[in-house]
């Protein structure tokens, strides 16, 4: 059973920058298309980011231009670098397959505010 834990997120002001991780257990883990997801508050949950597993990294529009998807397979973690954060950015970010298929984490609390 693959376990993610997701780190990183905190209390930043608009224009701030954060670096989350998640952190996957199990040796398969570079097999997988990964993406990192958020939901705030009244919201469904929605994909952000995805990475394949060679690397390549797609975006929703709302955050194109602003965050960095990446992974390290040897550590069987990937990342997402937030920058130029917003308010609409306050979220619980998760990771996942994509399509997500693993039993989510309990996620990291971003909260963009002055």
């Known amino acids: 059973q693959v376990q993610l834990v997701e780190s990183g997120g905190g209390l930043v002001q608009p224009g701030g920058s954060l670096r989350l991780s998640c952190a996957a257990s199990?040796?398969?883990?570079?097999?997988?298309?990964m993406g990192w997801y958020r939901q705030a508050p009244g919201k469904q949950r929605e994909l952000v980011a995805t990475?394949?597993?060679?690397?390549?990294?797609n975006y929703a529009d709302s955050v194109k231009g602003r965050f960095t998807i990446s992974r390290d397979n040897a550590k069987n973690t990937v990342y997402l670098q937030m920058n130029s954060l917003k308010p609409e950015d306050t979220a619980v970010y998760y990771c996942?397959?994509?399509?997500?298929?693993?039993?989510w984490g309990q996620g990291t609390q971003v909260t963009v505010s002055s």
């Open positions: 996942n397959t994509h399509p997500s298929i693993l039993i």
């Open positions: 990475i394949t597993n060679g690397g390549y990294g």
């Open positions: 199990g040796s398969i883990f570079s097999m997988y298309f």
